[in-house]
T-cell receptor
Framework: GEDVEQSLFLSVREGDSSVINCTYT??????LYWYKQEPGAGLQLLTY?????DMKQDQRLTVLLNKKDKHLSLRIADTQTGDSAIYFC?????????FGTGTRLQVFP | NAGVTQTPKFQVLKTGQSMTLQCAQD?????MSWYRQDPGMGLRLIHY???????DQGEVPNGYNVSRSTTEDFPLRLLSAAPSQTSVYFC?????????FGQGTRLTVV
């Protein structure tokens, strides 16, 4: 079956950039997503990228897609304590949204 | 605009009990799905539906049933709860590219 992988933890200092990485296995995915989950809450869509794009920027967020390596990344510029959350990578494959394990981002002062 | 509404928010069941987790959306979305979230395992797909009257199994369907009699509602049934079903359950709906999630149901089976 389809597999989406992420590292479990990332710790950064406030003001630095954060880069969260994700790899997926099926090149036929049409859309790839980044979701944010704050403690005790549901999932909030941050951004998504169509599979024929290489990069998408939205304010402090930059998504890079390397289709050859099946690698997706999310860069958060000027990371703030409010960015502390779990970040999920997901792909739309065969009509289903498949999620990675999530990366817990901790931002320290 | 309520979006995706899940009820209840919290539930404690005894082993062997049955219950239904409710999910409703008011966005006229065709796609609806149920996920469970467990520590270190991300969100795993339980069942999904591509429209009223059509359902299919996801990655972890055992122990759960679903039906989709209307576009708006997609209930998830646990026929005989087991401790392994202790988890946080999320319902989602999607029209094309963007999926919307409910706030989740935290279920504990003792």
């Amino acid at each position: 079956g389809e597999d989406v992988e992420q590292s479990l933890f990332l710790s950064v200092r406030e003001g630095d950039s954060s880069v969260i990485n994700c790899t997926y296995t099926d090149s036929s995915s049409t859309y790839l997503y980044w979701y944010k989950q704050e403690p005790g809450a549901g999932l909030q869509l941050l951004t998504y990228i169509f599979s024929n794009m290489d990069m998408k920027q939205d304010q402090r967020l930059t998504v890079l897609l390397n289709k050859k390596d099946k690698h997706l990344s999310l860069r958060i510029a000027d990371t703030q304590t409010g960015d502390s959350a779990i970040y999920f990578c997901a792909e739309l494959w065969a009509g289903k949204l498949i999620f990675g394990t999530g990366t817990r981002l901790q931002v320290f002062p | 605009n309520a979006g995706v509404t899940q009820t209840p928010k919290f539930q404690v069941l005894k082993t062997g009990q049955s219950m239904t987790l409710q999910c409703a959306q008011d966005m006229n979305h065709e796609y609806m799905s149920w996920y469970r979230q467990d520590p270190g395992m991300g969100l795993r797909l339980i069942h999904y539906s591509v429209g009223a009257g059509i359902t299919d199994q996801g990655e972890v369907p055992n122990g759960y049933n679903v039906s989709r009699s209307t576009t708006e509602d997609f209930p998830l049934r646990l026929l005989s709860a087991a401790p392994s079903q202790t988890s946080v359950y999320f319902c989602a709906s999607r029209r094309f590219t963007e999926a919307f999630f409910g706030q989740g149901t935290r279920l504990t089976v003792v």
